[in-house]
């Protein structure tokens, strides 16, 4: 028995896996790149509404819970997101020999860190304009 027909040890070789990485790695930072747009969309324009002067204070207040109920599970995504990113580095690192130069890992997890910040000021900020009476 070959070392590659050993049970536990993927069948594809290691550019092959590499390759089939960055096509993941490509396919998921477009679905965050997507996703992330969508969020700033739907939070901006909710925040357009808010701080219209013939805005009721009820539409506010609805606006702003709406903010904060799709910021908290922006949250959650953030989260998910990093975790995968996390996880996804780690399996890179098994091959590691192949992947010359490194794949841009570390900006994508920065993205994500700071879209975690981003989600965390807009939570905070709408909580304060909530309870503010806003």
């Not at 969020?39 to 357009?48: D, E, F, I, P, T």
Request: proline residues 6%; contains cysteine; glycine residues 8%.
């Amino acid at each position: 028995m070959t070392p590659e027909n050993t049970p536990g040890t993927p069948s594809a070789s290691e550019p092959e896996l590499l390759k089939l990485y960055v096509d993941v790695y490509k396919h998921h930072f477009d679905l965050w790149l997507k996703g992330y747009v969508i969020y700033l969309a739907v939070v901006g324009s909710a925040a357009g509404l808010i701080f219209r002067a013939d805005a009721s204070p009820d539409v506010r207040r609805f606006l702003m819970l709406f903010v904060v109920t799709v910021s908290a599970v922006s949250l959650v995504a953030w989260f998910v997101g990093l975790k995968w990113a996390k996880t996804f580095s780690a399996a890179l690192e098994r091959i590691a020999p192949v992947n010359s130069p490194p794949l841009a890992l570390k900006a994508f997890r920065m993205c994500i860190a700071l879209g975690l910040v981003g989600s965390v000021v807009i939570l905070g900020g709408t909580l304060v304009l909530y309870y503010q009476g806003r």
